[in-house]
């Protein structure tokens, strides 16, 4: 028997093909993550499942710790000097703050796309997408290096405007283009996980649109985690959602998570209600 292929499968067909060498999805978790700078406490105990191939979206009110937990996330958080930080973050189930494994790797598995783009302006288009391998050491042929740009392009929605100038610098692409662009570079050292902190937030409504299909898109072969202000991309882009809250100067919790749509739609908590219709934040 055949039968037609519905909406879904058609609009599947036309999605760029996972690579096949794409790694396993992969669930990250953090364990009663609790963090520091100097003596102050801004996290307290926080923990959440953040599901293999899905998007999560992390919301609350400035100051209230998303940024500091997504670096907590990759190792960034310990760069701070007076950084400290407890609790555990499983990827897959294994921690990468134990001291048996090596940060190199858990930046590698869990790449970072910041508020503001950040390409090597100088570099080329192509030099960008690939500046993750030499820092991974990450040895690739002539051949293998053109078709990782091709790919990570591709996925990134960016390689049908800039597949006839990738000789020219990542500087003189528009900021949607740029934020595209480290994208790319995040993709091409094949992480598991990519986090992305107010990614769209500088840019401009149809460059966000364009940013929140590539999401999508991506969360087919990489686990997404996203800080974001933006209530309806939230509620757009995300599977799972965690509100966050710091209240009159205590470290910031998690008030509620779960489902999206239940967050949206059926709040549990009064606290989240008014903040995701905007009654506060
Ligand atoms: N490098 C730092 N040194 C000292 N304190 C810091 C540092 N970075 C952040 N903080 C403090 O930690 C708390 C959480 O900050 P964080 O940047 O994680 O908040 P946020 O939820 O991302 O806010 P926003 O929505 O404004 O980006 C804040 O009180 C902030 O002042
Ligand atoms: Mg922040």
Redesign the pocket.
């Known amino acids: 028997m055949t039968s037609t292929p519905t909406q879904d499968e058609t609009a599947t067909d036309l999605l760029p093909a996972v690579p096949a060498d794409a790694p396993a999805l992969a669930q990250l978790e953090a364990v009663g993550v609790t963090a520091w700078?100097?003596q102050?406490k801004?996290?307290d105990r926080v923990s959440l499942t953040m599901p293999a191939g899905g998007i999560t979206a992390l919301i609350?009110?400035?100051?209230?710790?998303?940024?500091?937990?997504?670096?907590i996330l990759n190792r960034m958080h310990e760069l701070?000097p007076?950084?400290a930080l407890a609790g555990e973050v499983l990827l897959d189930g294994e921690d990468i703050y134990d001291p048996e494994r090596r940060l190199i790797d858990a930046r590698r598995a869990i790449g970072m796309v910041f508020q503001k783009p950040n390409p090597f302006p100088a570099m080329s288009i192509r030099e960008n997408v690939l500046a993750g391998l030499k820092l991974t050491g990450t040895k690739a042929s002539r051949s293998e290096r053109d078709a990782l740009v091709e790919s990570c392009l591709t996925r990134a929605g960016l390689w049908t405007e800039v597949r006839d100038r990738l000789d020219a610098p990542g500087g003189g692409l528009s900021g949607g283009q740029q934020q595209r662009l480290c994208i790319a570079r995040s993709l091409a050292v094949k992480p598991r996980v990519l986090l992305m902190?107010?990614p769209c937030s500088a840019l401009d409504p149809t460059s966000t649109r364009v940013i929140e299909e590539t999401m999508v898109e991506l969360a087919r072969e990489v686990t997404i985690v996203i800080?974001t202000?933006n209530m309806q991309q939230a509620a757009r882009v995300s599977d799972t959602c965690a509100f966050?809250l710091?209240a009159h100067g205590t470290p910031?919790v998690i008030v509620e998570h779960g489902r999206t749509d239940a967050m949206f739609g059926s709040p549990q908590d009064e606290r989240t209600s008014d903040y995701v219709n905007g009654r506060f934040g």
């Open positions: 700078f100097g102050r801004v996290l609350g009110p400035s100051g209230c710790g998303k940024s500091t937990f997504l670096r701070v007076s950084a902190d107010e800080v202000h966050f710091a910031g």
